[in-house]
């Protein structure tokens, strides 16, 4: 039986901040770099669309916990905004990852026991 797509989706849901504050944690990234990032680095699990990525990067701005800028174009290159976490952004992607290991671990103690 195929995994139901509606409860993938629900778990997934919950995990997005976190990673996206992990990969930015690592250095600034434009947003489809974060999504090509996202999606290798989760052998394919993680693959958001940028409808679904910019709202939570514009979310954590609001919140502080990220800021973005825009390059200058050089030659034939585009302009791009780029993300990079805050201080305050780190603090939360700490306590964020504790929680995860936290909640990752009671939620094995009862599916494999």
Known sequence: MAINKKYERQL???VFEILVLQLLSEHEKYG???LTEMKARSNEMFTVKEGTLYPILYRLE??????SK???PKAR???RKYYSITMP????LDELKELW???S?????ILLN
């Open 12 to 14: 997934k849901k919950g």
């Open 32 to 34: 489809y770099e974060l």
């Open 101 to 103: 290991k936290n909640f």
């Open 70 to 72: 825009w390059t200058e």
């Open 89 to 92: 952004g780190l603090v939360v």
């Open 77 to 79: 290159e585009v302009s």
């Open 105 to 109: 671990s009671n939620v094995n103690n």
């Open 62 to 67: 609001d919140e502080g916990l990220v800021v």
